[in-house]
């Protein structure tokens, strides 16, 4: 403050003064900076070609040596699977996965986890994974890879995905006779989709040694026996041998990212190999467009953000990352039109196998983890990426308008013996004989009013995150996505009137629009380094609003006063996120008449809200606490703003007779 308040920057200062006179057109300027960066991202002469750093990687240096009855066993052992799940419509044939992975001379293991379900009403749901070792036979059992498939029961409304299984045991039977690995080879058949990967990395790395059973509501249990420090991890997702493309999926929890020199080796293996392959890759009817390199770059570029922002991972590969475990899926898509080539059933599952051995003997060469390349990036084109260094200038010019315009809110207030200074001059002016003592009541500001106010806003926001856990919020008959609904609904219902029943003291508006607007920037900024889409997403859509919330009332219109009132209505947490699922309910139902579409919409918000909080607790998804305790207050106190109806500065210090209708004045004595 007392660097801000020295009175070699007040508002004396002309830049200050200039600044101050035109904040909204500086703020704006900064805003319009910062949206044209991005765009200009898309353009081919502000991003980079891919390459790899990792020179231990050698990609496709060695002749793959899988052959074709590596093929015909996964054919083989796909009938028999099918075969199996005639008997097992809705659970796991363990048995029979247990079985072939002994059969192939692998150290065979059984995993079972517990979920107690937090919404359940103490019901525990278990499953089981099973996973087999290759142990090392050149070293030590210090370092290991992990290959996994998930496997989906036939009663799954997902796409069927049986075909996973098959492909990793045909390989399985292929690296058990090879002795070149280095490195511990994991093959991982997991249960339940991304609550099996969970339970297994959690049991790898901690088990329940640490763990308060009575309140976790995952118990991984703890593994019979470990490979190596797991190094890198390939999850298999394969509709059908008979394959068309493969989608490199590399979004992981709360928007992190493998490796970018994982994701340019697998992009190399699979085009050795003459797959088509890619991020975002589409069916081969869909790859013909008239669009330009500019536009397609740029839709890339928000496909890839708008996957990242919601925090959720778009594979198994997606948990590996919280363990410092670089992981990415190979989602393999079948051919609409099985064509098999004469004499050769199923010839299209050999490419797919060679190129995940390429990928399997590269990593096998790694002397470290990855490290050398970046963590932080954005794919533009298959060949084409951005760093951190270049994308990352658009947030921050984003997020300068809340800094900028807190430093001239600050600057424009008044110290406080230039406010007794005037007012002793203005009772000069009035001709009496009277001197302000200045060492009497002074005009302060609310320093701790506002923080109080802040502490009430920043509570709301916590018990978004506790209250609906609680066993007394439990114990009532409602379904997760209606008692999580209702709970923030109340919340935000306390947030919004709370401006009409607490009043702050003079200087106490001021003083928080300056507090929101720091806060509100640094929270940007945190957000934006750990998941850069969210918030440069939440930058761009709230910056505009956060921009045309005047200081003094007399700078700003009716009209204006009552749009911007309307905006941040619209802006509610609840209400953004109904109308992003309304907009992805249009897109995708477009059929639909418009009142179905929206009690679809509100229908799919309240499950929305409960899977995030159920995310946060089982996976430590960071989106539903993000929004309940940096948002949610945020948007309290940018309502309180709103609706405020401040008084230029000189009216804290009138100095009318009238106590009634003006505040008291400074104490004066008599000469």
């Known amino acids: 403050m007392g660097l801000l308040s020295d009175p070699s920057i007040s508002t004396q200062s002309k830049l200050v003064d200039g600044l101050a006179r035109h904040v909204r057109k500086v703020c704006y300027a900064l ?26 990687l050698s990609p496709g240096l060695v002749y793959p040596e899988i052959r074709i009855d590596a093929n015909r066993l996964a054919i083989q052992l796909l009938e028999e699977l099918q075969r199996e799940r005639k008997d097992h419509l809705s659970t796991t044939p363990h048995a029979w996965i247990a079985a072939k992975m002994n059969e192939f001379g692998l150290e065979t293991h059984t995993h079972n986890y517990t979920l107690r379900y937090p919404f359940g009403g103490g019901k525990e749901y278990h499953g089981k994974n099973i996973y087999g070792i290759l ?30 299984v098959p492909l990793l045991l045909a390989f399985a039977d292929f690296a058990r006779r090879k002795n070149y690995w280095a490195k511990d080879l994991v093959f ?76 340019n080796l697998v992009q190399r293996i699979m085009a050795r190999e003459g797959i088509a392959s890619g991020y975002k890759q589409a069916p081969r009817k869909k790859r013909r467009h008239m669009q330009s390199v500019f536009e397609l770059n740029l839709r890339q570029m928000l496909t890839m953000l708008a996957s990242q922002s919601s925090g959720v991972p778009n594979g198994n590969h997606g948990l590996f990352h919280r363990y410092r475990i670089d992981a990415l899926t190979i989602a393999a898509n079948r051919r609409a039109t099985h064509a098999t080539l004469k004499g050769s059933p199923g010839s299209a599952a050999v490419p797919l196998l060679k190129a995940i051995e390429g990928i399997a003997r590269s990593l096998n060469n790694l002397l470290e983890r990855f490290h050398q390349s970046f963590f932080f990036y954005v794919i533009v084109n298959n060949d084409r990426y951005i760093s951190i260094g270049d994308y990352m200038p658009a947030l921050v010019a984003l997020v300068a308008c809340a800094f900028v315009k807190a430093y001239l809110t600050w600057s424009t207030l008044p110290a406080t013996n230039a406010e007794l200074e005037r007012a002793a001059g203005l009772v000069r002016e009035q001709g009496e004989e009277e001197e302000l003592d200045t060492d009497g009541d002074k005009f302060e500001l609310p320093y701790g009013s506002v923080l109080i106010y802040l502490t009430a806003t920043l509570l709301i926001g916590f018990l978004c995150n506790v209250l609906p856990l609680q066993q ?54 945190v957000i934006g380094l750990l998941n850069f889409a969210l918030g440069f997403f939440a930058a761009v859509l ?38 992003i699922v309304l907009a992805m309910t249009f897109y995708q139902f477009p059929e639909l008449p418009l009142q179905k579409i929206m009690l679809r919409a509100a229908t799919a918000a309240m499950d929305a809200s409960a899977y995030g909080l159920i995310d946060s607790v089982i996976y430590g998804n960071w989106l539903y606490f993000v929004i309940c305790t940096i948002f949610l207050p945020l948007w309290i106190i940018c309502w309180t703003l709103a609706l405020s109806k401040r008084r230029d500065y000189a009216d804290y210090l009138d100095f009318d007779e009238s106590p009634s209708t003006s505040p008291q004045p400074p104490k004066v004595k008599t000469n």
């Open 31 to 56: 805003y319009v900076a910062g949206v044209v960066w991005f765009f200009c991202l898309a353009l081919p002469e502000f991003n980079h070609g891919t390459y790899l750093s990792e020179n231990a």
């Open 135 to 164: 142990r090392a036979p050149r070293i030590a059992s210090t370092e290991g890879i992990v290959f996994a498939a998930p496997y989906r029961a036939a009663s799954s409304v997902h796409s069927d995905i049986s075909a996973s």
């Open 188 to 263: 991982l058949v997991t249960e339940q989709e991304q609550l099996g990967m969970q339970a297994w990395l959690e049991a790898y790395h901690d088990g329940d040694r640490d763990l308060d059973v009575s309140k976790a509501y995952l118990r991984p249990g703890n593994l019979p026996a470990r490979a190596g420090s797991l190094q890198a991890a390939l999850n298999i997702e394969v509709q059908d041998l008979e394959i068309d493309h493969v989608d490199v999926r590399i979004e992981g929890l709360n928007g992190k990212l493998p490796n970018l020199d994982m994701f």
């Open 472 to 525: 007394y919020f439990l114990e009532i008959p409602m379904g997760a996505a209606p008692l999580t609904t209702s709970v923030l609904s109340f919340l935000s219902l306390i947030g919004f009137i709370l401006p009409f029943v607490v009043v702050l003291p003079p200087g106490g508006l001021e003083l928080l629009h300056v507090a929101f607007l720091l806060t509100y920037g640094c929270a940007l900024i």
């Open 542 to 579: 709230t910056v505009p609003l956060v921009v045309a919330l005047e200081t003094k009332e007399e700078n700003s219109r009716s009209t204006l006063r009552n749009t911007i009132r309307l905006a941040t209505l619209a802006m509610n947490p609840m209400m953004v996120i109904y109308v």
